[in-house]
C-alpha cells in the first residue's frame, strides 16, 4: 500500500469514528504553517519525531489537528493504518511461503506467523482504543471524573497492548544477517511500533491537557 493510500485509509477512519472532525468552523480553523509548528511542537515529546512530523504533517491543511484531542485522534488512526496494511502484508508473504519443506524457511513460515497474530491483536486494540476515545469525545467533560479517567486508562492500556505486540513481531527477527524480505518486514512491523509508541505520548498529552483545562 503506498503512502498515499495509507492517508486515504486514515482520512476514512477519521470521518467514521470522529465525522465532526472535518466540520471546524472556518472562522476558528488556523493556517497550515501554524498548523504544522503545532505538530512539530507535539512532537518534541516524543521518542520518534522525526516519523511523528512526517506522518502528522500529512493531515496539517484539514483542519483535523486543531488541539491534544485532535492530535490524538489522527495519531491512532495512522497507527491502526499502518497496522492494517502491515498485518496483510504479512498474510500475503506467509501464504506464499506456507508450503515451503526447507527448515529454514519453515521456521520463518513459523515467526511471520506468531507476527500476524500479534499484529492482528494490535488492530484489534487500537480499534478499540479509536472507539473508544470517540465514546469520550460524545460526552460533555466540564470536570474530571471517574468516567473520564476509566475511559482514558482504558486507551492508555490498550495501545500499550498493541505497541508490545508490534515490538514483540520486531524481536523475532534477527537484527543482522537478514535476508531482504525478512528485512523489510521487520522495517514494516518496527515501523508500526514507532507510530504506536508516538500515538501513546500523545494519549498522554491529551490527557494532561484535559486534567490542566479543567473547570473547577
Excluded at 486508562?153 to 505497541?163: C, H, I, K, P, Q
Excluded at 523475532?172 to 515501523?191: D, L, Q
Aim: proline share 3%.
Amino acid at each position: 500500500m503506498s503512502p498515499f493510500n495509507i492517508t486515504f485509509l486514515v482520512t476514512i477512519f477519521l470521518s467514521l469514528f470522529f465525522p465532526t472532525l472535518g466540520k471546524v468552523d472556518p472562522t476558528l480553523s488556523r493556517p497550515k504553517s501554524q498548523t504544522l509548528s503545532y505538530i512539530e511542537s507535539s512532537c518534541n515529546g516524543t521518542l520518534y519525531r522525526e516519523l511523528c512530523i512526517r506522518s502528522l504533517s500529512k493531515f496539517a491543511s484539514t483542519n483535523e489537528i486543531d488541539g491534544p484531542q485532535h492530535l490524538a485522534h489522527v495519531a491512532l488512526s495512522i497507527s491502526l493504518a499502518r497496522a492494517i496494511h502491515t498485518k496483510n502484508f504479512l498474510v500475503g508473504v506467509s501464504n506464499n511461503n506456507n508450503n515451503n519443506n526447507d527448515r529454514k524457511k519453515r521456521r520463518e513460515y513459523q515467526t511471520i506467523q506468531d507476527c500476524v497474530n500479534q499484529l492482528s491483536d494490535s488492530v484489534d486494540q487500537l480499534s478499540q482504543s479509536i472507539k473508544e476515545l470517540r465514546r469520550m469525545n460524545n460526552k460533555s467533560r466540564s470536570t474530571i471524573n471517574d468516567d473520564f479517567l476509566w475511559h482514558i486508562n482504558n486507551v492508555e492500556t490498550w495501545v500499550s497492548t498493541a505497541l508490545t505486540d508490534a515490538s514483540s513481531c520486531v524481536y523475532a527477527f534477527p537484527g543482522h544477517r537478514m535476508s531482504k524480505r525478512t528485512a523489510s518486514i521487520r522495517g514494516k512491523a518496527m515501523n508500526v511500533a514507532q507510530v504506536t509508541s508516538n500515538a501513546l505520548a500523545f494519549i498522554h498529552k491529551y490527557m494532561e491537557a484535559a486534567t490542566r483545562n479543567t473547570k473547577p
